[in-house]
Every structure is written in structure tokens, then in C-alpha cells.
């Protein structure tokens, strides 16, 4: 290929590259930073929408499935961030509808602000953004009795636990839920670690500080599964998109369903007490 014909494709129109779907607002995309203003891509955040509109078609589902009503849907995205997921899901799915409110949740009060004032300036009137954490949003007098859908993408640490706490008192009909790094287990696991060594072959399994980190990781989710499905939720787990876009990857979709699986909580139980880590259970998982 010739030089120019090089630069004319890298110059291709940041639009069609990102292969958007119809009606999706570019301006709102510039204004996210995704697209520069001459409408190419930043590639730093390309990854980053690909995540966002994979989600968005899980979620799209979800929110077509809900019992319509005239105030629409509820959504609550926790450790929202900049708020990309909030700002897509509006674009694509509330602003047509006309109705219902999407609620972003986070600590980082710049953010918010930067968050509200691009919602004024695009007239994106039903998103509202709390300077609040996931933990203390479920107290708020403001925020709806229930709520719909929740989500948290990549929400730090416990505040995956403190969305799904939200959604349990908001009795959620769906929970959108792509885990973070995890450092609560991890740091039992740590605690506990030279007797469980001496007690157990199971303990090799968290004897080097990498594998501790990554079993953390992998038994707290295998826990908010187990807890989910005790508190009535049908729970699926699944890759959100390849493992070369993010280590961060898994998302478990929970619906709830009423039915309170006995043998989930007494599984979840179990493992507390063979990892030693049953001063979690007050904590994260009350009401079993
Ligand atoms: C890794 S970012 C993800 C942001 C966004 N969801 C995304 O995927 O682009 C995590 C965000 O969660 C926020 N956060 C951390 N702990 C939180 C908590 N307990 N409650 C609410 N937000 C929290 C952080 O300030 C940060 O903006």
C-alpha cells in the first residue's frame, strides 16, 4: 500500500471504524473523549467502549424484558466513574423511550460533576449522579424504594459487594455485575496463612502472594454467585469480551427469580469455614 493510501485508511473516519450502532450520538462520543473532535478514534479508550456496547447488549435485554410501565425503567450503575456505561445506556436506550431514570453512584465528586454538567449540556434529563458511595447509597431517602436493573462495571474492590447489598434491599430485577479487583478475601486468606499451610494441602493453593491475589479474587466471586442464588437470583457467568481487551473480564448476570436456593447458602457456609473466612458472613453476607 502506498504511503498516502496508509494514512488515508489510518485517517479513516473514527465513526465507521468504531462500527456504531444507528442512531448512536458521535457528539456524545467526542465528548467522552472516544472520538477526537475531528471524529477519529482515541485508540486509549476504544477498548473501553467495545466493553460499554458489549455490555449494553446484555443489558438492552434486560431492560426490553421488564414489565412496561409508564415511569420506566430504574437503573443504578455503581463506582460509575466517567460514566461512559450511564451516557451509552441513555443515548441508546432511554432517550427514545422517554422515560425512566438512570442513577450513577460515585465517590469521586469531580467526576460527578463533570458528569452532570455533560448530562445538561447534551439534555439528558434523567440521569441524575450521586457523590455517594455503593455502601451508603441504599440509605439515601432520594433514591427510589426499588430499582429495575443495577450494574457496576469494574467498581473498586468491595463496592461489587455494596452493589449487590443495594440491589438486594432495592429488590432488583437484574443485576449487571463485571467485578473489579477484589483485595477483602485476599487479605483473610493472607491473615490466616502459615497455620492453614500447616493444617491443609488445599492451603497451596494461596502459599505465593500471586496465587493469594488471584484465589481472593476468584472465591469472592465465587461467593457473590452463592449469595445471589441464596437470595433468590438465577445467576449466569460469562466472559464479557475477549481476555485481550481486559483481565477484568467476567460478568455474572443474576435475575431474580424468588426462588432461594437452600443449598447455595449452605454451600456458601461451607466455604467460609474451609477458607477460614467466616467473620465475612455478618458483613457481606447477612440474612442467608
Ligand atoms: C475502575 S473505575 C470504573 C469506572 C466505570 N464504571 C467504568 O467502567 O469506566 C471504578 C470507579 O469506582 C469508584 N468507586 C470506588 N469505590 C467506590 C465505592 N465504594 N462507591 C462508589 N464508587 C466507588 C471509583 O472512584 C472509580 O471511579
Known amino acids: 500500500m502506498k504511503d498516502g493510501a496508509m494514512k488515508d485508511s489510518a485517517m479513516k ?11 448512536q450520538s458521535t457528539e456524545l462520543l467526542k465528548e467522552l473523549h472516544i472520538l477526537t473532535r475531528e471524529g477519529r478514534i482515541n485508540q486509549d479508550s476504544r477498548r473501553k467502549l467495545k466493553q460499554v456496547l458489549h455490555l449494553y447488549q446484555f ?7 421488564l414489565p412496561q410501565a409508564p415511569e420506566g425503567p430504574t437503573l443504578a450503575d455503581h463506582g460509575a466513574g466517567k460514566s461512559y456505561l ?56 432520594t433514591l427510589p424504594q426499588r430499582f429495575d436493573v443495577v450494574t457496576a462495571l469494574h467498581a ?12 438486594l434491599r432495592k429488590q432488583a430485577q437484574h443485576m449487571v455485575l463485571v467485578p473489579c479487583c477484589q483485595a477483602e478475601v485476599a487479605a483473610c486468606l493472607r491473615r490466616d496463612k502459615a497455620l492453614s499451610l500447616s493444617r491443609t494441602p488445599l492451603a497451596e493453593l494461596w502459599r505465593h502472594p500471586l496465587h493469594t491475589r ?8 465465587v461467593l457473590r454467585c452463592l449469595y445471589l442464588e441464596a437470595r433468590g437470583y438465577q445467576v449466569t457467568v460469562t466472559e464479557l469480551v475477549g481476555w485481550e481487551h481486559s483481565l477484568k473480564n467476567e460478568l455474572i448476570l443474576a435475575t431474580h427469580t424468588g426462588h432461594r436456593k437452600r443449598a447455595a447458602s449452605d454451600r456458601l457456609r461451607s466455604l467460609l469455614a474451609e477458607f477460614g473466612l467466616q467473620g465475612l458472613e455478618p458483613l457481606r453476607y447477612p440474612d442467608l
Open 156 to 167: 473498586c474492590d468491595t463496592a461489587t459487594d455494596d452493589a449487590i447489598a443495594f440491589g
Open 13 to 23: 473516519d473514527g465513526a465507521t471504524q468504531l462500527d456504531l450502532r444507528p442512531g
Open 214 to 221: 488471584e484465589l481472593g479474587s476468584q472465591l469472592t466471586n
Open 86 to 141: 450511564g451516557f451509552i445506556l441513555y443515548d441508546l436506550y432511554f432517550k427514545d423511550l422517554g422515560a425512566g431514570r438512570i442513577y450513577g453512584i460515585e465517590t469521586r465528586a469531580e467526576l460527578v460533576e463533570r458528569s452532570q454538567a455533560l448530562a445538561a449540556r447534551l439534555g439528558f434529563e434523567r440521569m441524575s449522579f450521586l457523590n455517594v458511595s455503593a455502601a451508603d447509597a441504599s440509605g439515601l431517602d
Open 59 to 65: 443489558i438492552e435485554k434486560l431492560l426490553a424484558q
